[in-house]
């Protein structure tokens, strides 16, 4: 106004000094030319201002030579804020010369044309001629303040182009908790509202829903300050941002928002390939344009207040109450164990039997052969007695049974000691002799000879594939550990560094695209978006640290019974071989920790994080299961681990190129189908079976013989019922992989791994109960509360809260609130039931054959 009046005082001097400009019109001409800096282009434009006033609609025309400017007053109050809300429509579409509206503010100025150009991917563009803005509204420190702005109207173009004109105030401009609100928005009529922090709440939930998929739209928060950035070219500039179909939802801290406010920003995009809807045609021509339709979104928005601390205190508090109960539980039977285990030590060494009616013999400390090792038939006759001597004295598996009088089992004892002590002497040296190394046995011609002649019975028993030293075993299947803790450390680290860079690029971003929570249950805690997807991984790593105390309880007292020459630790049950247990316990440990690190940010790129180590504990768990009964000709820690590696290598494979990719799955389920045969042939002919240029010729041969020549059955019938049904299972997964190509590699091939394990374990009881074998109570007590426990578990695996495969936005759509204390969703649920469900499954694997602990090795069938 300054400016003007100087302008004034200039004009009225001027006509003093030349008489001859004296015309109001060339005075206001040269003032135009002026003040808008236009004389040089040869035009000139008339200003017009207008007082206007809320919620009055203005017809006006404009030109390149007039402009029209709207002003407007309004009271604010401090403690009451009101929207204001512009509103234009063009009734002509002049996309050559649009109309610029200006808004100047107190401390800000936003400009747009109309009509509105916003542009899409592949720069295609859409024109808008109806625009609605929000003006953001600057502080005031005083109780109540008049506050001015102006609306500017121009145009470049010579021909008059009609528009209308709307300023209006906007009912509820400020959010309250728990109360949802509704309103319309599209791509150039965007909507934002303040909320302010009530008093003692410290976290909301920002919550905007629609009934309706598309459009897609963006929802944003972001700070009290000027300008607002509400359209779909620049709603991502600042504060935190997500797209959405239905649902979305953002956790907002008042620590992140100095003035205790902020503003809830929600933008229609212009196109819906953010959020995986259809792509639309190319553009013929790069500047065309292209009609937008109609894009107009309901949606309503809720904020409402998140869990306090004492929510975070009392989830933490479950979560380590749960896990620590199984410590407790374990230290109860371990005490009763070791009460039974006395009383039953006292009986057997009581003052009245005499030491070989006790079922045990002094012997060399080097004795650690199998039974088998020693082809004396007394030998064998001798421990026989001995071994059912332990169980009143009566036959095992089919014998008649039979009671010894104490006068010959004294005799049969006696000679036990006299043949062992002699036989110790031998082998001692035999031992010293020899390295403990696996490769001095498989060198040897008569060793591989005997191989066959041993591992080609039709009836095989432990004994049979007991027969290495169990040292060199010892050595071997410790491999398995330090391999796999060796890979843990040299995974782990560069994962948690990557997770870490995730996290800071979200929070310094916004951008909650990134990142595939279950945001209506996320509850954050200091950098961490989703602190109890976190926590509820800790049921991995404790139960995996009880189970190898376990195993290693276990491991401390095999040993000791070692020691001092316990007969059944040398000559009965199982061969105790711990090295592949401690794997599995490292596995689930790791997995635990792996599991968090992909939750702290779960998307498309470190899905392996959380699959790889599922995969190896699958494994280990088959590796075991075929290490009970054929502890000589398990895989080496070597081959199982690059087997595994393999395994991981396709599931990467098959995330990056395996959607709809006809190429991949062939060869993916040519691959599968071949393993699978190899395997079978392996496991069928216990190893014993060579690879190489003659394979197709003794093929023909075994066909010709056993099939066209004379029909024979199958030799092993129980390995050809596995096998067969084996074959099945995986050729009808592969035909479903090769037919359907699922999204979801990575689940389908952890699928794969996880039905062959369940085939081979009801294999496995199937057969040991058809061998007349048993199974005592604790191990039935946790097949049975292990599989209730799986059962519960994968229900909740199969709520599906979010999903990578989809988009952001579609994954969003499967959000749900949290089940469990106001701070565990179901996902969480599934962790807590699996990591139980998976120790539980170890249990079953370390206990289930207690009940040959005192049966012969060589009345132990292999299966």
């Not at 000094?17 to 019109?25: E, N, Y």
């Not at 592949?122 to 803005?133: A, F, I, L, T, W």
């Not at 401390?556 to 105790?576: F, Q, S, T, Y």
């Not at 190129?657 to 190899?678: D, K, P, Q």
């Amino acid at each position: 106004m300054a400016s003007r009046s100087s302008w004034k005082s200039r004009l009225k001097r001027s006509r003093l000094r030349a008489p001859g400009w004296t015309r109001p019109g060339l005075a206001a001409l040269f003032w135009l030319c002026v003040t808008q800096s236009v004389c040089g282009a040869g035009a000139a434009k008339a200003v017009m201002q207008k007082d206007a006033e809320f919620d009055v609609t203005y017809n006006d025309t404009v030109t390149s030579v007039n402009q029209t400017t709207y002003a407007f007053n309004h009271t604010i109050s401090r403690n009451k804020t009101e929207g204001v809300r512009v509103t234009v429509d063009v009734l002509e579409q002049t996309l050559e010369a649009p109309i610029l509206f200006v808004v100047r503010q107190k401390q800000a100025v936003m400009s747009f044309q109309v009509p509105l150009i916003l542009r899409g991917l592949y720069q295609r563009k859409y024109p808008y001629k109806h625009v609605g803005r929000t003006l953001c509204q600057p502080p005031t420190r005083a109780a109540s303040e008049t506050q001015y702005f102006f609306v500017d109207v121009s145009t470049l173009s010579s021909h008059r182009t009609n528009y209308q004109l709307r300023v209006s105030r906007v009912e509820s401009f400020t959010l309250q908790t728990d109360k949802k609100f509704s309103f319309t928005a599209s791509p150039s009529q965007p909507q934002f509202f303040k909320y302010v922090f009530p008093d003692g709440m410290d976290t909301v939930i920002v919550k905007v829903n629609s009934d309706v998929n598309f459009p897609c739209s963006v929802m944003s928060v972001q700070d009290i300050q000027c300008p607002v950035y509400d359209l779909d070219n620049n709603v991502g500039f600042i504060g935190m941002y997500q797209t959405m179909t239905k649902k979305g939802a953002i956790t907002v801290q008042r620590k992140d928002f100095p003035s205790n406010s902020f503003y809830v920003v929600v933008v229609v995009k212009t196109e819906d390939e953010a959020c995986g809807g259809p792509l639309r045609f190319y553009p013929l021509q790069p500047d065309e344009l292209i009609d937008a339709g109609n894009r107009t979104k309901d949606l309503d928005v809720l904020v409402s207040p998140a869990i306090n601390s004492e929510k975070y205190v009392i989830g933490m508090l479950f979560c380590l109450g749960i896990f620590l109960s199984f410590y407790v539980v374990t230290l109860l039977v371990a005490c009763m164990e070791n009460k039974r285990l006395k009383r039953r030590e006292m009986y057997e060494n009581a003052p009245d039997m005499s030491p070989a009616e006790t079922g045990k013999t002094p012997a060399s400390p080097y004795e650690y052969g199998s039974f088998a090792d020693n082809g004396s038939t007394l030998s064998s006759e001798a421990v026989t007695d001995s071994a059912t001597s332990t169980d009143n004295n009566y036959g095992y598996l089919g014998q008649e049974p039979f009671k010894r009088r104490p006068f010959l089992s004294h005799l049969h004892h006696v000679a036990v000691r006299i043949e062992r002590s002699l036989d110790s002497v031998a082998r001692s040296r035999q031992e010293s002799l020899s390295s403990v190394e696996e490769d001095d046995y498989d060198t040897l011609d008569d060793i591989d000879s005997d191989k066959n002649i041993v591992r080609t019975k039709k009836y095989l028993c432990v004994s049979d594939l007991a027969r290495k030293d169990k040292r060199v075993l010892s050595k071997k299947y410790q491999i398995y550990f330090w391999n796999i803790a060796t890979i843990a450390v040299f995974y782990a680290l560069p994962v948690i560094q990557l997770v870490i860079t995730y996290q800071t690029v979200v929070n310094v971003t916004g951008n909650q695209d990134i990142c595939y929570y279950n945001f209506l249950c996320a509850h954050p805690l200091g950098a961490l978006s989703a602190f109890n997807n976190i926590l509820s991984n800790l049921g991995y790593v404790m139960l995996g640290l009880l189970f190898l105390l376990i195993v290693l309880k276990r491991d401390v007292i095999h040993n000791r019974a070692l020691v001092r020459n316990d007969l059944n630790a040398l000559e009965c049950g199982i061969p105790k071989h711990f090295g592949v247990y401690y794997a599995m316990g490292t596995a689930l440990m790791m997995e635990g920790l792996l599991s968090a690190c992909y939750h702290v940010c779960p998307n498309y790129t470190n899905f392996q994080f959380d699959t790889s180590f599922m995969y190896m504990i699958a494994g280990l768990c088959m590796l075991k299961l075929y290490q009970k009964r054929h502890p000589d000709i398990n895989a080496s820690a070597y081959t199982a681990y690059a087997c595994l590696a393999g395994v991981i290598f396709f599931s990467v494979l098959g995330v990056v190129f395996g959607r709809g990719n006809m190429v991949f799955w062939i060869v993916f389920s040519v691959i599968h189908i071949l393993a699978t045969m190899f395997l079978s042939t392996q496991l069928y002919y216990m190893g014993r079976w060579r690879l190489d240029a003659g394979i197709l010729r003794r093929i023909v041969y075994v066909i010709y013989t056993d099939c066209i020549r004379q029909c024979s059955g199958p030799m092993y019938i129980d390995r050809m019922v596995l096998l067969v049904m084996g074959n099945i299972v995986n050729w009808s997964l592969a035909a479903y992989g090769l037919i359907e190509r699922p999204n979801d590699f990575a689940s389908y091939l952890l699928a794969i791994a996880i039905c062959n394990l369940l085939l081979y374990f009801a294999f496995y009881i199937i057969m040991k109960l058809r061998s007349g074998e048993r199974i005592k109570c604790l191990p039935l007590v946790c097949i049975l509360f292990t599989a209730v426990v799986w059962g519960f578990a994968l229900y909740f695996f199969f709520q599906g809260l979010s999903t990578w495969q989809k988009t952001p936005a579609e994954s969003r759509e499967h959000n749900r609130d949290c089940i469990l204390l106001s701070f565990f969703d179901d996902h969480d649920i599934w962790h807590f039931l699996s990591s139980i469900a998976m120790f539980g499954s170890f249990l079953v694997l370390l206990t289930m054959d207690d009940d040959l602990d005192t049966v012969q090795r060589d009345k132990i069938f292999v299966f």
